[in-house]
């Protein structure tokens, strides 16, 4: 396989990546019955570190409750595997997906005795939407497929059948020549990307939907209010953003852990401020990138040490 990564962590056990599968009967293949996260390991100046690893451990344990998903491990067993996983492959900077899901026994909506199947890998991943997007921001179009609404499945949590609704969306923008969507919800106003969250920029002040906009309580969203509002800026972490405002916005940008904070240059063909990363972007990424890059001492307690 091309991952340079030898083993996964399987339900207690290192096994060799080929060995990392699952039967074919497999609830959660069949009904998107999982749980997941994505989490980035960086090679800080201080050695590689975890970046807010409790929170995301926290999410994927609250990501199974409206499931009845019995994770089964506790948060020091998978913390410890997830450290010993990265030692054994010499993972510095990298890209950690902890798995949890309703496994193989018997077929049928209702889980009945499936039992849980728990993995977790890890894998070096650059920039999740090009190399040049950090810097030159990113084309999107608004796509016709609706998010979900949360009144009809969780969308405040990562459960792995909702990337459906993402896949859709993201390629239909792909398809029509743009790097990425932004998702609408039932109500037609901005939710977030297929992967990430989004942050608007007007007049000096910063706009991001929330979990009522059917979203998902992003941790890079989090940890972008925390520095902005640390910077002095006004953040209204609970906007409702029309169709509209996307294309009269001064700036608007991406955030997720693959994404990280990515700008937005276009909007269905229409140029957002300047057409360039805008200088609040700019600013926020510096502060981002210095931040987990531990070029500051800030928010240590951000950051497990491998
Ligand atoms: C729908 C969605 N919204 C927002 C975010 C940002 O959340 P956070 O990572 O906690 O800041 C993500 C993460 N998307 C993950 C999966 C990407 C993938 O392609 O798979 C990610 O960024 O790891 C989403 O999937």
């Known amino acids: 396989h ?15 990546w080929e060995d990392a599968t699952t039967h074919v009967l497999t609830h959660a293949l069949h009904y998107g019955t999982g749980v997941f996260e994505g989490v980035r390991c960086y090679d800080t100046e201080n050695g590689p570190a975890i970046f807010r690893w409790d929170e995301h451990l926290d999410r994927l344990y609250d990501s199974a ?20 996983l990265l030692r054994r492959e010499g993972l510095e900077s990298c890209y950690i997906r902890p798995i949890a899901y309703y496994g193989y026994h018997s077929l ?5 005795d499936c039992p849980t199947d728990v993995a977790i ?36 949590v990562k459960t792995t059948g909702l990337y459906v609704n993402s896949m859709l969306a993201g390629e239909e923008a792909r398809r029509n ?8 919800n039932k109500e037609g106003n901005v939710a977030e990307g297929p992967g990430e969250n ?22 890079t969203r989090d940890t972008v209010i925390t520095l902005a509002e640390e910077l002095g800026y006004t953040v209204h972490d609970e906007a409702v953003i029309s169709r509209g405002q996307l294309y009269t916005a001064d700036e608007l940008f991406f955030t997720g852990s693959a994404a990280e904070v990515t700008p937005i240059r276009k909007v269905d063909n229409v140029e957002i401020g300047a057409g ?17 890059e531990r070029k500051t001492d800030a928010h ?7």
């Open 2 to 16: 091309e991952m340079d990564v030898d083993t996964i962590w399987l339900n207690g056990e290192f096994v060799d």
């Open 65 to 84: 409750k409206p499931y009845e998903l019995d994770i089964g491990h506790s948060h020091e067993e998978l913390s410890e595997a997830t450290l010993e």
């Open 198 to 219: 989004l942050f608007m920029v007007n007049d000096g002040e910063i706009f991001t939907t929330g979990p009522a906009q059917s979203i998902l309580e992003g941790i």
């Open 108 to 112: 049928g909506v209702s889980p009945g």
């Open 276 to 292: 360039t990363r805008g200088p609040v972007t700019e600013e926020i990424q510096g502060a981002f990138f210095d931040l987990v």
């Open 121 to 156: 890998a890890a894998w070096p991943w650059g920039t999740y939407l090009g190399e040049e997007a950090l810097e030159n921001g990113v084309d999107v179009m608004v796509s016709s497929w609706r998010k979900h609404a949360s009144s009809q499945i969780p969308t405040n």
């Open 177 to 184: 020549g743009y790097v990425e969507a932004i998702v609408l």
């Open 300 to 306: 240590d307690d951000w950051f497990t040490y491998v």
